[in-house]
């Protein structure tokens, strides 16, 4: 199956609401593939799309902390297939403690959007012991802050599990589009801490490659007509998902 095939089957209607925070709605479509559809990908998409400006050395590191709740909701719905869901992480990019982020990513059907706000680096260690005190006056539905800290009083989140990515991105202006290759998919076992000097990462995916596709409006025909020209399949791919079943398959298999 073509990797986009027709549109109009495709992707589902828009939905029809007003989004809190600034939320901008965006066509994400997910697959898995192996390093030479990357290969072909890369060599026809390079001369149409730009490299993403924060790449260095056309790459850069992704680390996400994600939280859950009491209930394994963040998990459960996910595999259940709920088609409106929401997600909260702290991620960093090349492990620099300088801009470490809260997200708050919400999910309906085939569109995301995010919110986010930058943390200290007490704010983060607070967040570790599950302390988030100093979100309590952040009430506002436009605050990531405030939705997180309402989540936490209904369901008390905590960390969970670390993912970790290598990711190569390209951008174009027209549709706002973004295609990332995210490589060598890892997570940790060892702590909960980013940062931690004894952190230590695990592969999960040694050849395989995750595949995204986002976009506003529309994709353009040049972008559309590369992607249509691959045979993958769309699929439903979560990282937090896949590391950890890893992480549940490793506890079962060291008894």
């Not at 593939?33 to 924060?54: K, N």
């Not at 620099?96 to 999910?107: D, F, G, N, Q, T």
């Not at 040694?206 to 972008?223: F, H, R, T």
Request: charged fraction near 30%; include cysteine.
């Amino acid at each position: 199956m073509p990797i986009l095939g027709r549109m109009k089957t495709l992707i589902p209607a828009r939905p029809e609401k007003e989004l809190s925070g600034g939320r901008k709605l965006r066509h994400e479509l997910k697959y898995i593939i192996d390093e030479g559809t990357y290969r072909v990908l890369l060599a026809r998409l390079s001369p149409l799309m730009f490299r993403d400006s924060h790449c260095e050395n056309g790459e850069y590191r992704v680390t996400s902390l994600y939280f859950d709740d009491i209930y394994g909701s963040g998990y459960n719905d996910k595999i259940s297939g709920v088609a409106t869901r929401r997600k909260f992480r702290i991620r960093a990019y090349d492990l620099s403690p300088s801009r470490i982020m809260l997200e708050a990513k919400h999910k309906d059907d085939s569109y995301v959007s995010k919110l986010s706000k930058q943390l200290t680096d007490e704010q983060y260690r607070a967040m570790l012991l599950g302390d988030c005190s100093f979100m309590r006056d952040s009430d506002s539905e436009e605050d990531v802050f405030g939705e997180y800290y309402r989540s936490n009083l209904v369901s008390q989140l905590r960390p969970k599990l670390i993912v970790d990515y290598v990711r190569e991105a390209l951008v174009y202006p027209h549709g706002n589009v973004r295609i990332t290759f995210d490589k060598k998919l890892s997570t940790c076992y060892n702590t909960i801490d980013m940062f931690a000097e004894d952190a230590f990462y695990s592969p999960v995916y040694s050849k395989e490659m995750i595949l995204e596709v986002k976009y506003d409006e529309y994709l353009p025909a040049a972008i559309q007509s590369v992607l249509q020209g691959l045979n993958a399949t769309r699929q439903s791919v979560s990282k937090y998902i896949i590391c950890s079943d890893c992480y549940t398959q490793r506890c079962f298999n060291s008894f």
